[in-house]
């Protein structure tokens, strides 16, 4: 087997034949952050409307939950922009194009930045609706950029990651994926959007120590979600796709 080498780093690219990298964990990433940009939305405009009125307790955790899932799209980026598109480049070779989906994640940086801070102004205001108000059309701003770039980037990138990464290197991409992120907030939130087949093979291919791992981080998060969404149920149900989540925005 051989192995091609780029300025950044050393793949060995997969052959026709052998096993495909498994990218259900990148789509639950994508899911996650999505339905968590609608979720979040729907509150803001229930809190702008006044349907829901906001404790200065919940305020604080609509802000913390805000905060946490910015620092997790940023993290999400920055892992595809230095580990994973490098992967790709030099597995596929240097004419596959990713600047326009780097480009992508430096115009949406400026949004989480932005984003932050209004969490912070909601908080400070002990979630004063007309702070909601403007949280809200800068969340909704956020899902629908987003609902664009992940779909561009699962029709473009998912393809050549199948067809041409190693399920070895692959697993190293999965692997500083998790180094830098919030367990405890992230996993939780993926678990949470997995269809019943997706949980299903999930629950054949680990064994009982992570099952009881999830299991308490599920809990942890079920607690510090009912902070901020209140009673509302999990989604039990996901978009089946990008384009059936983008028809939700409007």
Known sequence: MSTTASTTVTVTPRHAGEDKPDLLGITLA????????????????AVRDRDVICSPGRARAISQYIEMLCDSIHHHHTTEDEVLWPVIAASVGSHVELDELT???????????????????????????????????????????LTGHINDEELEVFPLIIDYVSVTDWQAVEAAARAGSQMSFDLPR??????????????????????ALFAVLRLRY????????????????????????SGLIG
């Not at 994508?30 to 405009?45: F, S």
């Not at 809200?136 to 956020?142: F, H, P, T, W, Y």
């Open 222 to 245: 079920r607690r510090f979600e009912r902070r901020v969404f209140g009673n509302a149920p999990l989604p039990t149900t996901p978009p089946a796709s990008i384009y059936e989540l």
């Open 30 to 45: 994508h899911r996650a952050m999505l339905v968590d940009l609608l979720r979040l939305t729907e509150l803001a405009k």
């Open 103 to 145: 480009d992508d994640h430096a115009a949406l940086e400026p949004r989480l930045v932005q984003l932050r801070a209004r969490a912070a102004a909601f908080r400070l205001s002990n979630g004063d609706r007309r702070v909601a108000f403007v949280m809200a059309i800068e969340l909704a701003e956020l899902l629908a950029l």
């Open 190 to 211: 993926s678990m949470a959007v997995m269809t019943d087949d997706e949980r299903a093979i999930m629950s054949e291919s680990v064994g009982p120590g992570p099952r």
